[in-house]
T-cell receptor, first 113, second 113 residues
Framework: LAKTTQPISMDSYEGQEVNITCSHNNIATNDYITWYQQFPSQGPRFIIQGYKTKVTNEVASLFIPADRKSSTLSLPRVSLSDTAVYYCLVGDVYAGNNRKLIWGLGTSLAVNP | DTAVSQTPKYLVTQMGNDKSIKCEQNLGHDTMYWYKQDSKKFLKIMFSYNNKELIINETVPNRFSPKSPDKAHLNLHINSLELGDSAVYFC????????????FGPGTRLLVL
């Protein structure tokens, strides 16, 4: 099973670019990499998903190297409202009942004025 | 319109009681999940149902029993509640082919006294 590792916490300032890296050395061939954002007292919210190379949407970019053993969530020009916990999720295996979704422990991002 | 809803939002009860948490999604998704999030924000998947069929059943006490009357609903029944069951329980749903892209409910905060 893929195990994910991400930093426990990060600090940044408004307007800076923030990169959060998740390690998943044992990622399986069929696994996608997904990032979620969670604010206090709310459920996690989908940010971005990718399989390889680079994915970009209106909120973030996701960089995945060729070996797929890690991924980096990039948040451009963060604001105070980006203060949240960010989770890396590896999984999406469809092989009969062998479906596993491995969540990271989350990175608590604090954006300072 | 709320995509994934849970009731109740808060639940305070005594040890030994039996309680249920209800979840409904109006997204037309095929797969639904129950998660437990402890005080350290660790997200643990408990169960997953696809078209009313159990597909993920992680190691949880058999006091926890999911029930899916139809693919839009997944309820969680907990027997003989214990102090350690205190946590936030999240319901989520996804399309069958992309379980990494989940939509979460607002959570049910369970406190066992």
């Amino acid at each position: 099973l893929a195990k994910t590792t991400q930093p426990i916490s990060m600090d940044s300032y408004e307007g800076q670019e923030v990169n959060i890296t998740c390690s998943h050395n044992n990622i399986a061939t069929n696994d996608y990499i997904t990032w979620y954002q969670q604010f206090p007292s709310q459920g996690p919210r989908f940010i971005i998903q990718g399989y390889k190379t680079k994915v970009t949407n209106e909120v973030a970019s996701l960089f995945i190297p060729a070996d797929r053993k890690s991924s980096t969530l990039s948040l451009p020009r963060v604001s105070l409202s980006d203060t949240a916990v960010y989770y890396c999720l590896v999984g999406d295996v469809y092989a009969g009942n062998n479906r596993k979704l491995i969540w990271g422990l989350g990175t608590s991002l604090a954006v300072n004025p | 319109d709320t995509a994934v809803s849970q009731t109740p939002k808060y639940l305070v009860t005594q040890m030994g009681n039996d309680k249920s948490i209800k979840c409904e999604q109006n997204l037309g998704h095929d797969t639904m999940y129950w998660y437990k999030q402890d005080s350290k924000k660790f997200l643990k998947i408990m169960f997953s149902y696809n078209n009313k069929e159990l597909i993920i059943n992680e190691t949880v006490p058999n006091r926890f029993s999911p029930k899916s009357p139809d693919k839009a609903h997944l309820n969680l029944h907990i027997n003989s509640l214990e102090l350690g069951d205190s946590a936030v329980y999240f319901c989520a749903s996804s399309q069958e082919m992309r379980p990494g892209t989940q939509y979460f409910g607002p959570g049910t905060r369970l406190l066992v006294l």
